[in-house]
């Protein structure tokens, strides 16, 4: 059974970084394409970003230039670098396959940008 660890939440003034990381369990991650998804207070979870097997990469246009995903197999593990953060960037932070799987959801990682 797969899990997903998310952590490097917290929170940052505006403009602030931060850096996400999502540890996996199970077998054979390097073959599956990863995404990091967020939920808002009283909004739906989104979709930030995705990553393929081999590092493509595709971002939600509300992040693009100013969030990185990267991945390493070898530690199973997916990254978020989050640069110029906003308000609006506040969120419960989860990572999943992509597309996601029902099932497979973390606990997730708590972002708060407020100065």
């Known amino acids: 059974q797969v899990q997903f660890v998310e952590s490097g939440g917290g929170l940052v003034q505006p403009g602030g970084s931060l850096r996400l990381s999502c540890a996996a369990s199970?077998?054979?991650?390097?073959?599956?394409?990863m995404g990091w998804y967020r939920q808002a207070s009283g909004k739906q979870r989104e979709l930030v970003a995705r990553?393929?097997?081999?590092?493509?990469?595709n971002y939600a246009e509300s992040v693009k230039g100013r969030f990185t995903i990267s991945r390493d197999n070898a530690k199973k593990t997916v990254y978020l670098q989050m640069n110029s953060l906003k308000p609006e960037d506040t969120a419960v932070y989860y990572c999943n396959f992509y597309p996601e799987r029902v099932g497979v959801w973390g606990q997730g990682t708590l972002v708060t940008v407020s100065s």
């Open positions: 199970g077998n054979n991650f390097s073959i599956y394409y």
């Open positions: 990553i393929s097997r081999r590092g493509s990469t």
